[in-house]
C-alpha cells in the first residue's frame, strides 16, 4: 500500500505542475506536501502526519492527501485524527479508498455498531476479501445471531486459501459465547482435521481446555508447543493450571475482541510476505480495538523496528508493565530498538538489569550475550552465553546457536582450544548447520590444521547453502591458503556476485585474480575494495598491495605472518553481526 501511496503522491505532484484540470484549481502547499512526500518515504509516520495535516489545511479535500494523513496518523497510533482524515476522504467523490474503508470500519467496531458495519459492507466499503468476510461474521456475532454467524464462519471454511482463518475464528466465537466442547472439537481436528495454530491459538485452545475442566490436557498442550524451558508467559499460564486453577477463556471475550483478533490474525499472515507498512496498519487497528492485546503490541513494536522507527518502537515496548508476563519479551525488544538507534551501552544496561531480574531465563542471557558480543565485549559475552547453556543444559538440536556463538566470541579473544571445542559440540547438535561448518572449517585452514577435514567441512556449507556468498568465499579462500589458486577463482568469483559489495569478499577476488597472474583485475578489484569500508586495518594492505602488490607484501609480512594477517573472512563479519 505504501507503494501504491507514493506513485499516487508522485502523480499528484505531476499533475500539479503540468496543470492537469483535476487539480488546476487547486492550491497545494508544495512544501508541505514535498516535506510529507520525504517523510512518507523514510516512514517517518510522525513528521508526515504533520506536514500532510498542514497541506490539507490548504487543499481539504484532495484525497491523495488525506490518504497520506490517514496512513500516517494509523502509523503513529493516533486514531482520533486517522478518523477524522478517513471521514474527510470518504466525503470525496469518485475513487474509493480501502485506507479510509478500514479506519472507518475501525470506528464502528470500537463502538460496538455491527449493524453500521453490516451496512458500510453493503454499500460496497472493503477491508479485503478475508477481513470482510470474518468481520461480518463477527458482526453476527455481535448482533447475538450465532446460527447466522455460524453459516458466516462456514462459507470462510469453504473458501479455497481461507479455511484455517476461518476454523479459528469459528472456534474463537464459538468458546466466547460458552460452546467449549464445540470448539476445541475444531481446534483438536476432530472435526475437520488439523489445524495448525499459532502461539496464541495454543493458547486459546489451552484455555478451552481448562473450562472444560481438562487441565492436565493443558498442561501437556503446553509442554508439547513450547517444550518446558522457562518462559515467563507459558509459565504463568502452566502455574495456574497446575494448581487446579480453571483458566477463564479470555482470547475473545466480544465481538469486538473478535474483529480485534481477525486484524490480528491477518497481521501474522501479512508479516514478512508483504509490505511492512501494510502490516502495520492491520497491527494498529487490532491494538486500536483492543489496547491489551499484547501479541498485537509486541508485533507493532518489532514491525516499527523493520521500518527504522525505533522512538515509536521503543514506546510500543515500554507499554508493559514490570508485571506482565510479556515484559521480559518487550525488553529484550527495547535493548534492541536502543542498540539500533546507537545506544548500545543503554541497550546493554537494560539487559543487564533485566538478567538480574530473571536470573533464571536463558532467552534474557542469550540475548544479553548477543548485545556484549556486538559490543566487542567478548568475555562479558562468554559469561552470558555460558549462563543460558546452562540454564538450558544445551542438548537440544536448535542449541547449537549457544554454542556457536560462545564459540565465536572465544576466537575473537584468542581462546581457539576454547572455540574448536564449541564449534564441534554446535555440529554434534547439528551436523549439518552451514554456519558452523564454514566458521570452523575456516578457522581451521587459517591455522594450517586439520586441512583435508577442514576443507571438507566448507565443501560440505557450500553444499548445505550455496546461494550463501560468505561461505562461498570461504571455500575459494580455503584453496587460495592452500596454495590451490586456480581451484579459488570460479567460487571466488561466484562469491563476488552474491556479495558485490562485501569489502572482504572484494579484496579476495582481487587476492585470486593476482596469484592467477590476471594482475590489472586485481588492481582494480582492490580499489573496488576500498570504495566498500574496509576495516583500517585492511584498507592499510589494501593500499601497500596497490602500492607494491601481493608478492612483496607476503614476502614482508612472511609466509606465518601473511596467513595470520590476511584480511578476515567475511564469515566472521557475517558470524559477528548475527548473519
Known amino acids: ?26 492550491d497545494i502547499d508544495t512544501g508541505a506536501y514535498l516535506a510529507a512526500r520525504i517523510a512518507e518515504s523514510e516512514n517517518d509516520f510522525r513528521a508526515a ?29 493516533n486514531f482520533a485524527l486517522a478518523i477524522d482524515a478517513a471521514r474527510m476522504r470518504s466525503a470525496v467523490a469518485g475513487e474509493p479508498s480501502q485506507l479510509a474503508d478500514l479506519v472507518l470500519l475501525a470506528d464502528k467496531a470500537k463502538r460496538e ?12 466499503r472493503d477491508a479485503g476479501d478475508l477481513a470482510n468476510q470474518l468481520i461480518l461474521a463477527w458482526a453476527k456475532v455481535g448482533e447475538g445471531k450465532m446460527s447466522e454467524a455460524i453459516q458466516a464462519f462456514d462459507a470462510v471454511t469453504r473458501t479455497k486459501g481461507y479455511e484455517a482463518f476461518g476454523y479459528y475464528h469459528k472456534a474463537l466465537a464459538l468458546a466466547s459465547v460458552g460452546d467449549f466442547e464445540g470448539a476445541d472439537n475444531i481446534l483438536s481436528g476432530k472435526a475437520a482435521g488439523p489445524i495448525v495454530m499459532m502461539r496464541r491459538g495454543v493458547f486459546a485452545r489451552a484455555q478451552i481446555l481448562s473450562q472444560l475442566e481438562r487441565n492436565a490436557e493443558a498442561i501437556a498442550l503446553l509442554d508439547r508447543s513450547f517444550g518446558t524451558s522457562p518462559d515467563p508467559i507459558v509459565d504463568a499460564v502452566r502455574r495456574r493450571l497446575q494448581a487446579g486453577e480453571p483458566i477463564p477463556f479470555d482470547t475473545v471475550g466480544t465481538a469486538r475482541d473478535g474483529i480485534a483478533e481477525v486484524f490480528y490474525t491477518i497481521s501474522t499472515a501479512l508479516n514478512g510476505q508483504a509490505d511492512p507498512v501494510y502490516t502495520l496498519l492491520h497491527l ?5 480495538l483492543r489496547p491489551e492485546l499484547s501479541d498485537a503490541l509486541l508485533l507493532t513494536a518489532d514491525v516499527l523496528k523493520e ?4 522512538d515509536l518502537a521503543t514506546q510500543t515496548y515500554t507499554a508493559f508493565p514490570a508485571d506482565d508476563p510479556a515484559f521480559v519479551t518487550a525488553e529484550i525488544g527495547r535493548a534492541g530498538a536502543l542498540r ?15 538478567a538480574r531480574a530473571n536470573s533464571g531465563l536463558a532467552n534474557v542471557q542469550f540475548a544479553l550475550g548477543d548485545m556484549l558480543r556486538g559490543a566487542e565485549r567478548f568475555d562479558e559475552a562468554k559469561q552470558a552465553y555460558t549462563a543460558a547453556i546452562d540454564l538450558t543444559k544445551a542438548s537440544n538440536t536448535e542449541d547449537w546457536v549457544l554454542y556457536f556463538y560462545r564459540g565465536i566470541v572465544s576466537e575473537q579473544s584468542k ?8 564449534f564441534r559440540r554446535a555440529l554434534e547438535l547439528n551436523p549439518t548447520q552451514p554456519q558452523v561448518l564454514n566458521y570452523l572449517g575456516y578457522g581451521l585452514v587459517d591455522r594450517g590444521e586439520k586441512l583435508d577435514e577442514a576443507l571438507g567441512m566448507i565443501e560440505k556449507a557450500v553444499a548445505g547453502d550455496p ?3 560468505y561461505i562461498i568465499d570461504s571455500l575459494a579462500w580455503a584453496y587460495f591458503k592452500l596454495g590451490r589458486y586456480a581451484e579459488a577463482l570460479l567460487p571466488m568469483e561466484r562469491a563476488s556476485l552474491l556479495e558485490p559489495v562485501d569489502p572482504i569478499v572484494t579484496d579476495h577476488l582481487g587476492d585470486v585474480y593476482w596469484m592467477n597472474d590476471r594482475r590489472l583485475e586485481a588492481r582494480f578489484q582492490w580499489r573496488r575494495a576500498l570504495s566498500f569500508q574496509p576495516t583500517e586495518k585492511d584498507r592499510a594492505r589494501i593500499l601497500r598491495k596497490l602500492e607494491v602488490g601481493l608478492d612483496t607484501v607476503m614476502a614482508e609480512e612472511g609466509a606465518g605472518k601473511a596467513q595470520a594477517e590476511a584480511p578476515a573472512n567475511a564469515a566472521v563479519e557475517a558470524a559477528e553481526n548475527g548473519n
Not at 455498531?113 to 460496497?124: F, K, N, T
Not at 494498529?284 to 486500536?288: C, F, M, S, T
Not at 581462546?415 to 564449541?422: G, I, L, V
Open 49 to 77: 502526519a504533520g506536514w500532510f495535516g498542514k497541506a490539507i489545511l490548504a487543499d481539504s479535500a484532495n484525497p491523495t492527501l488525506l490518504d497520506g494523513a490517514i496512513l500516517a496518523q494509523v502509523g503513529v497510533g
Open 1 to 26: 500500500m505504501r507503494s501504491v501511496l507514493s506513485r499516487t503522491l508522485t502523480a499528484l505532484a505531476l499533475a500539479a505542475t503540468l496543470g492537469n484540470p483535476l487539480y488546476a484549481n487547486s
Open 340 to 354: 539500533s538507534q546507537g545506544k548500545a551501552d543503554a541497550a546493554i544496561e537494560a539487559l543487564q538489569a533485566l
Open 284 to 288: 494498529r487497528i487490532a491494538g486500536y
Open 415 to 422: 581462546d581457539w582450544a576454547a572455540a574448536e571445542a564449541d
Open 467 to 469: 546461494e550463501q556468498g
Open 307 to 310: 521500518l527504522g522507527q525505533y
Open 113 to 124: 455498531d455491527y449493524a453500521g458495519i453490516q451496512a458500510a459492507s453493503g454499500a460496497g
